[in-house]
């Protein structure tokens, strides 16, 4: 929701001042360790600010309004540098897409930028995409054991520590099962939308 549509922008915009501010971004977020910025954002919007709580977590069932504050700051934190990422390789991609004949030859038939960047560039240019969203499923499930621990959130990344400290080993065996089942999952559907994007990937023999 928020890499896609920034590199896009980036794309379109290139060299522009909005493009330089993304991509500062998107170096800022992979730059930065995900419970550095977690202790951050504690101390300005919990801390000083007092607008949010500093960590705990109350069911969405029990209280929809509180639920959402305590989950936006370690949603933030985690989802901030595969976003970052993820932006800086949708620009990539989108900018070789975009020098294609055929980008040139929408535009030449009149079709309007929206419809040229969303059926034709985009849907080309997401093989990469897609690609980087399956490796960073395990970024994203190894820093939520940090962001987990850093605001007190019960999780699998909370029950991992709890285990090893406890020497739980067949807790943390479950776990890494479930980690792997779950990457392993991921990266199998990943496989299954090349083919999806792209008709000319083909697997097996003909």
Do not use: C
Request: glycine residues 8%.
């Amino acid at each position: 929701m928020i890499a896609v549509p920034a590199g896009i922008i980036a794309a379109l915009r290139r060299n522009s001042a909005l493009d330089r501010i993304l991509m500062t971004l998107a170096i800022s977020g992979v730059a930065i360790p995900s419970f550095v910025l977690g202790i951050l954002l504690i101390l300005i919007f919990a801390v000083i600010l007092h607008w949010l709580p500093a960590g705990g977590y109350i069911p969405f069932s029990k209280s929809p309004g509180a639920h959402f504050k305590t989950m936006v700051m370690p949603a933030f934190s985690l989802g901030f540098a595969s976003s970052a990422l993820l932006a800086r390789i949708v620009r990539s991609s989108m900018l070789d897409v975009l020098r294609e004949d055929y980008v040139r030859t929408a535009y030449a038939k009149g079709l309007r930028t929206q419809a040229v960047v969303l059926r034709h560039a985009l849907r080309n240019a997401l093989i990469p995409i897609i690609t980087v969203v399956g490796i960073s499923l395990g970024g994203l499930l190894g820093g939520a054991v940090v962001t987990e621990t850093v605001f007190n959130l019960p999780g699998m990344g909370q029950l991992v520590v709890q285990s090893v400290l406890r020497r739980d080993f067949p807790v943390i065996q479950g776990a890494v099962m479930v980690t792997a089942t779950i990457y392993l999952l991921v990266n199998l559907v990943v496989d299954v939308l090349y083919v999806y994007l792209d008709p000319r990937i083909r697997y097996g023999n003909d």
